[in-house]
């Protein structure tokens, strides 16, 4: 079963602010939220992960809402290059296995 | 700085031949994790070594095996191929759990595997 649930697909102007949803309403209390993007065909690659503050670093900001059953994911000036599938995981630290679902196919456009 | 290392790139096969794809974690990593993507499909988690024991397990066939080595690089053996295996193969490595966030997973670029 789904742990997470994300829109298949969003657009976004370029130099504007890309704010992808992530839905968790099942996550517990040890889990953190993480999230990564799939540049076509690349190697997934690692963005940022939280457990219940709002987490920021040179890539992106993570919102997490204060219940933790839903996150932002915000890209502050969304580039070209930005465009790919951007997968939110729940997972246990320490637990080897990331399950990725359906993720949001992020289009930035000029 | 340092990434994963996969190789080969790229590998075109035979049905029913046989296939072993390398990983190379980044320096000072002891997590190895493989992952297989279908065509149109999302990452699948296949197995995971730890200090060179196998750690989980996921939908791997049992015809494909993998191991850890010494110096921590990994090795997915595949036999008996067949057309569904074409797909591109993930390596990812980590730290291992010290602390949360050393065990961050970080992906190669992957083998694309074709079988013919």
């Known amino acids: 079963d789904a742990k997470t649930t994300q829109p298949p697909s969003m657009d976004c102007a370029e130099g504007r602010a890309a704010n992808l949803p992530c839905n968790h309403s099942?996550?517990?209390?040890?889990?953190?939220v993480y999230w990564y993007r799939q540049i076509h065909s690349q190697g997934p690659q690692y963005i940022i992960h939280?457990?219940?503050n709002n987490e920021t670093n040179e890539m992106a900001s993570l919102i997490i809402t204060e219940d933790r059953k839903s996150s932002t994911l915000i890209l502050p000036h969304a580039t070209l290059r930005d465009t790919a599938v951007y997968y939110c995981i729940v997972s246990l630290p320490g637990y080897s296995t990331l399950t990725f679902g359906k993720g949001t196919m992020l289009l930035v456009s000029p | 700085a340092a990434g994963v290392i996969q190789s080969p790139r790229h590998l075109i096969k035979e049905k029913r031949e046989t296939a072993t794809l390398k990983c190379y974690p980044i320096p000072r990593h002891d997590t190895v994790y493989w992952y297989q993507q279908g065509p149109g499909q999302d990452p699948q988690f296949l197995i995971s070594?730890?200090?060179?024991?196998?750690?989980d397990k996921g939908s791997i066939p049992d015809r494909f095996s993998a191991q850890q080595f010494s110096d921590y690089h990994s090795e997915l053996n595949m036999s008996s191929l067949e057309l569904g295996d074409s797909a591109l193969y993930f390596c990812?490595?980590?730290?291992?759990?010290?602390?949360?966030?050393?065990?961050?997973?970080?992906f190669g670029p992957g083998t694309r595997l074709t079988v013919l």
């Open positions: 099942t996550i517990s209390g040890n889990e953190y």
């Open positions: 939280g457990l219940k």
């Open positions: 990812a490595s980590s730290l291992g759990w010290v602390a949360v966030g050393t065990d961050t997973q970080y």
């Open positions: 070594f730890y200090e060179k024991m196998q750690s």
